[in-house]
């Protein structure tokens, strides 16, 4: 029973909260039992922490199986947990480290791609991620100032789909867009200056849209990159669309080609 604050699982624990202390320890933490019970058998887990309460009601044979399981008073646990109602069970677990080669080669010259200009809002970026997911993406590609992959709220958003396709953070856009032209891939913008719709594209082949900041949109520096620009129609008086519902747009035309 761990009752105490400055115990060294709890202080490492509330470390994984920020940002710095993921990237510098190579750990981030899954809470919550649906999505603790779906981490793959390929991801290393460094250990569990459960509450009192959840101790009693579950046999945690299952789970130490896997790593060693801390059992934490109810009011610690509360205190570690980054939701507001808690259901008693968090993860730390190693990140997955892939290369933006490495996920280019593996998908092949069909491959299909999301990459996200300065996306900012968790929400947005674990919805974004689940799509693709669904969608049977290969990969999720996020530049220099993107929101954290591993940041709680979007690892809540993502539903579990943070473990079925690689998702890399702080990419060099111009350097992974130079390696998509180079296998084949070709990069479309959503941009408002767009002429053609999704549907007058060719999505069977090799694809990947490039996303805008919420606010800003995409900065015209990496909007040049783009070897064409799609038009998604709005026939009503919003000016734009929210980022992730976008996304879901064109990753849904080209799972309608692809069937």
């Known amino acids: 029973m761990i009752d105490s604050s400055q115990n060294k699982t709890i202080k490492l624990i509330n470390s994984l909260k920020a940002k710095k202390d993921r990237d510098k320890l190579g750990l981030f933490v899954a809470e919550g039992l649906r999505f603790v019970e779906e981490i793959p058998r390929d991801y290393q887990i460094m250990l569990y922490a459960v509450s009192e309460s959840f101790s009693g009601e579950f046999d945690l044979e299952v789970f130490e199986k896997r790593?060693?399981?801390y059992i934490v008073?109810?009011?610690l646990f509360k205190e570690i947990?980054?939701?507001t109602n808690p259901q008693g069970?968090?993860?730390v677990i190693s990140q997955k480290k892939n290369s933006v080669e490495q996920v280019i080669?593996?998908?092949g010259e069909?491959?299909?791609f999301i990459i996200a200009e300065e996306l900012n809002d968790p929400g947005n970026l674990g919805t974004i991620v689940r799509t693709a997911d669904a969608c049977g993406c290969d990969g999720v590609f996020l530049s220099k100032g993107s929101v954290d992959i591993y940041n709680p709220k979007v690892l809540r958003s993502t539903m579990g789909s943070v473990f079925h396709l690689p998702v890399i953070s702080d990419v060099d856009i111009e350097e992974c867009i130079q390696k998509l032209k180079e296998n084949g891939i070709i990069i479309y913008a959503a941009h408002l200056k767009g002429q053609k719709y999704p549907y007058s594209f060719n999505f069977v082949k090799g694809c990947s849209f490039i996303l805008?900041?919420?606010a800003r949109g995409l900065s015209?520096?990496?909007a040049k990159l783009a070897d064409e620009y799609v038009k998604i129609p709005m026939p009503g008086k919003a000016e734009s669309l929210n980022a992730s519902i976008a996304a879901g747009v064109l990753m849904y035309e080209v799972v309608r080609q692809r069937l």
């Open 212 to 214: 805008g900041n919420e």
């Open 73 to 75: 008073a109810d009011r």
């Open 105 to 107: 080669d593996n998908a």
């Open 89 to 91: 069970i968090l993860a």
């Open 81 to 83: 947990s980054d939701t």
């Open 110 to 112: 069909n491959g299909f």
């Open 220 to 222: 015209d520096e990496v």
């Open 67 to 69: 790593a060693t399981v």
